[in-house]
């Protein structure tokens, strides 16, 4: 008997929050079509996604694939950066130039 292994689930989202180590907050955004009115909707979700070597930012457009649990709330980890936001294309911080003030 052979064991056949499932799927994992990919979906695609926006880094939103890149404040913790090794996790990033991703936004997900999936559109639905209603039931009575036929009218597209949009549906967003926050997952919490592990970056090991912290080598996303704010901004990013990210591929995510389901995995085991890593934490109490990550069950997703990051596959690739599909394109890097504004912080991540010149590497400057987005600091004003008065010092943040």
Known sequence: MELKKAKRVEKSGKVVSAKMDKTRVVMVVSRYKH???NKFL???K????????N???EGDIVKVEQYRPLSK????II??????????KNGASQVDSNGGR
């Open 55 to 57: 080598m996303t930012h």
């Open 46 to 53: 926050k997952i919490m996604v592990h970056d090991e070597s």
């Open 42 to 44: 949009k549906k967003t």
């Open 35 to 37: 039931s009575f009115y």
């Open 79 to 88: 596959r690739e950066i599909v394109e890097k936001g504004e912080r991540g």
């Open 73 to 76: 709330h990550k069950r997703w």
